[in-house]
């Protein structure tokens, strides 16, 4: 296969150009998120309705991670990533042109299929293409585009309901995109032989004898891992699906400025990841620092319960607080904790089941937080919050010693850098 270099492209050119289709795969998969409050007033449908289409999308971008975890390996993954990112854009231009929720809901479900497309094979090329060094820059810059898309739709929403209403939040994002995607081709996907051949990244000495995936669920504490996993999902994506209709709802406040208000959550992921990394490297223990993401989370929702009808900016504090919370705890248990499985041989397939899980949470969030706020209204709401942060820690600090005992018992490692997914 060519090198970067002799395709033209630099390292950093490279790296770019991935942090480009990164950014774009965020603007194209989280505005309608960002649009539910203005689609559900326009469309005069309930948030129950409103909602489908964001938890449907979030089962199909979870059972896409496994399916296209599989296939990156086996197509050209420069390709790959060309016809994800063009078919999600397809997919904003038909939102945007066939405003009924009837259309909405499928084509927004294919659209979380076709995100899914863009993970995988962008990691595997990457992989390919740059040394150890530089691969490791280019993750962390990858993982930075990704916040700051999320950032930027929550900027641009409002701007094209102001100047003009939320479809141009689709097609906008959908023709910058599609303009990306042949970019992408003609640099990075125009030459692309690899095929099948495997990534220049070292590979981990495993096991003579490697255990079934049932043999690792009860040894090393993967159920309840999971379990916290699918509750931290659900509270990030959840939260900041819902928060521009909550502070719209409770406030009276316009859906333009809601949205504008909820550009802070995606931006706390930084910092709640370098926290969690700071405190990884001192206790050496996913869960235990996860537990103590979880209580702050918790100690957040009990006062954002006794305080949420106060007023809109002690509500994006205390929101802010709990989706950093949550974003530490993603990079913990999606990101890092897969590492320890390289010794069985099983670092992909436990990545692609873990992150996966917080898809379910998030999917779970996007229509059970929109039917409770309906029914019950935003208190029984921020109430589930604090249940489920409680939860979570309660799960992390029962089983952190097990956790922790299995990988001292086999030898596993828990060192390495990885990312955000």
């Known amino acids: 296969m060519k090198t970067v270099r002799s395709v033209g492209q630099s390292g950093k050119g490279f790296c770019l150009l991935c942090c480009l289709v990164y950014f774009m795969s965020y603007?194209?998969?989280?505005?309608y998120a960002a649009s539910l409050a203005e689609i559900q007033e326009d469309l005069a449908i309930s948030k129950n309705l409103a909602s489908l289409p964001v938890t449907g999308s979030f089962f199909s971008y979870g059972a896409g991670q496994l399916l296209c975890g599989f296939l990156g390996d086996r197509w050209p993954p420069g390709k790959m990533i060309f016809?994800?990112?063009?078919?999600?854009?397809?997919?904003?231009?038909v939102v945007a042109l066939c405003p009924s929720i009837g259309v909405i809901l499928p084509v927004w479900c294919m659209n979380g299929l076709f995100q899914a497309m863009l993970w995988?094979?962008?990691?595997?090329?990457?992989?390919e293409r740059l040394d150890a060094e530089a691969y490791e820059r280019c993750c962390m810059l990858v993982t930075m585009s990704a916040s700051a898309g999320a950032v930027f739709v929550y900027l641009l929403v409002p701007v094209c309901i102001r100047f003009a209403d939320w479809r141009a939040a689709f097609l906008l994002p959908a023709a910058a995109g599609t303009a990306s995607a042949f970019l992408w081709l003609v640099h990075c996907g125009e030459n692309d032989k690899s095929g099948g051949r495997q990534s220049r990244m070292p590979?981990?000495?495993?096991?003579?004898?490697q255990l079934r995936l049932a043999g690792l669920l009860l040894p090393a504490a993967l159920l309840p891992v999971l379990a916290a996993i699918i509750l931290q999902g659900g509270l990030r994506d959840g939260i900041t699906t819902w928060m521009p209709v909550y502070t719209a709802e409770t406030f009276q406040m316009t859906s333009a400025s809601a949205i504008l208000l909820t550009a802070v959550l995606p931006a706390v992921s930084i910092p709640g990841i370098s926290l969690a990394s700071f405190l990884f490297h001192r206790k050496k223990n996913?869960?235990?620092?996860?537990?103590?993401?979880?209580?702050?989370?918790?100690?957040?929702?009990?006062f954002l319960y006794g305080q949420y009808q106060s007023g809109p900016g002690i509500s994006a504090v205390l929101m802010t607080l709990i989706t950093g919370c949550m974003y530490g705890v993603n990079f913990l248990?999606?990101?890092?904790?897969?590492?320890?499985?390289?010794?069985?041989?099983?670092?992909?397939?436990?990545?692609?089941i873990l992150n996966a899980a917080t898809y379910v949470g998030s999917a779970l969030s996007a229509w059970l937080f929109g039917v409770?706020?309906?029914?019950?209204?935003w208190g029984v709401v921020i109430g589930v919050w604090a249940a489920a942060s409680g939860l979570g820690g309660l799960l992390c600090f029962s089983f952190r010693g097990k956790w922790v005992g299995f990988w001292k018992r086999s030898g596993g490692k828990g060192t390495g850098k990885s990312m955000e997914k």
């Not at 995988?120 to 992989?127: C, D, G, K, S, T």
């Not at 590979?203 to 003579?208: A, M, Q």
């Not at 235990?288 to 918790?298: D, K, P, R, Y």
């Open 203 to 209: 590979r981990e000495k495993r096991e003579s004898s």
């Open 372 to 377: 409770l706020s309906e029914t019950f209204g």
């Open 333 to 352: 248990l999606i990101s890092q904790a897969p590492v320890r499985f390289s010794r069985f041989g099983k670092v992909s397939t436990i990545s692609g």
């Open 286 to 302: 996913e869960l235990t620092v996860s537990a103590a993401f979880f209580a702050a989370g918790t100690a957040a929702s009990l």
């Open 83 to 93: 016809a994800g990112l063009l078919s999600t854009c397809a997919c904003n231009f």
């Open 120 to 127: 995988p094979p962008l990691v595997r090329i990457m992989a």
């Open 27 to 31: 603007l194209t998969r989280m505005n």
